[in-house]
């Protein structure tokens, strides 16, 4: 499994993710979920992936080959908008899909990805968009200025605490920490290291942009210091009636 | 959805469950989803349900009506060890998904339910079971001593750091609430009033039972300085190498 998510404030945005791809007893595989394509004072696009990692993969090789082709239809240099970026993520990883579509069901597999896409084109706002593995895709809302895929569920309620539009992007980063070392504790599937990259709103010079392994001094001493807080916290809840009885 | 927990420590057992059995916007029922068979002096049985509410239901009331047949070959007060009681909801809960599996699979719905069945016979330990939907069941283990049913993750993290076998029951308790309180934050599916029971250790006078309403002063005070406590672990988070250099 996976842990990818993207976080969209006022100040800019956040990407991280986790980077196991096969959490089997005797196969630890690990691999970069995490694609940014930075054209300076141009725009900032980054790619998150979860799901088959053949079908994101060819989505990814299928965007740098459209790069490289100047006469290509589309590609990431010739989008107006964001969304229209997610539009042609959803149609790769659609065809992709398709094409294996027959193989993958005589093996009871699946081939389906999911992906965020994020980033800033110059001239315009931070955007970030969940595409799913049907070729669809949702923004983020401003009630809710974050995106999750893969295993979200664990590192969700961090974020529905922290997380707001006026959230400082030094708070976002250490939020995007704290979810998904909260998920690698309690899912053998997700596992570091993790990547993120931090993108500040209009600064199209690419991103503040860092790999946490297990040994990272930053991403110890984080684990921590929340763990012991988390702990503090514990302790000074309030005590039931028959404890105030006894003390 | 539904979320139950119960945790198994050595100074006794933690059951609490919310309420909620439909989130659908024009009707949110509310239902307990707690059923304690007390007698005291003899044996405390504790049973939390999710899935199929007609289900869960049937195996409750064919339960209660074994109970009161004292000719029935088999009853919670004929159990010796509490896996036979575990046996005995997953054999009644199968009976009851098969009877309705032909009339469930035209609509192309699922009678599954899951079950927690825990408790204390006199003169034996503290056990919780978690019977499947295939009614096969496992036991907690010493090393992760709690079990779920229902929308699990969201609450995970908080039980994996805080408890062990030789947490107090108030801790437990504290932890089970604040696992709820996630869940219910996180996930519109889950919701209030949480229903609580707490078995001490070769007590068999029956449990402290409590309910929490989202008005109960105790639940509000609890969910108050757990945010306020989480906030305070958050700020206190090590500051990114660019921060410290800008102050």
Not at 21 to 29: F, S
Not at 104 to 109: E, F, H, V
Not at 148 to 166: C, F, S
């Amino acid at each position: 499994m996976t842990y990818c998510l993207a976080i969209n404030v006022n100040k800019g945005m956040v990407f991280a993710s986790d980077s196991r791809t096969n959490a089997g007893v005797d196969y630890v595989a690990s691999h970069s979920k995490m694609f940014n394509f930075i054209y300076p004072n141009n725009r900032s696009i980054y790619i998150l992936t979860s799901g088959s990692l053949a079908t994101s993969q060819s989505v990814i090789n299928r965007i740098t080959t459209d790069l490289e082709d100047t006469e290509a239809s589309f590609n990431l240099l010739k989008a107006k908008h964001l969304h229209e970026v997610a539009d042609y993520v959803g149609e790769l990883s659609q065809a992709q899909q398709t094409k294996y579509e027959g193989a993958m069901k005589k093996s009871n597999m699946s081939a389906e990805s999911s992906f965020i896409v994020g980033g800033q084109i110059k001239g315009q706002d931070c955007e970030i968009f969940h595409v799913y593995p049907q070729g669809n895709y949702i923004k983020a809302s401003i009630e809710t200025p974050y995106l999750q895929i893969g295993e979200n569920k664990y590192g969700k309620p961090i974020l529905d605490r922290i997380i707001a539009p006026n959230t400082t992007l030094e708070d976002a980063a250490r939020c995007a920490l704290v979810s998904l070392d909260s998920t690698i504790r309690s899912n053998i599937s997700v596992g570091p290291p993790i990547e993120m990259a931090i993108h500040t709103y209009n600064d199209f010079d690419g991103p503040y942009y860092n790999t946490y392994s297990v040994n990272s001094t930053f991403y110890k001493s984080l684990q921590k210091q929340w763990n012991e807080g988390l702990k503090r916290a514990f302790k000074r809840l309030p005590r039931f009636e028959w404890e105030k009885e006894k003390s």
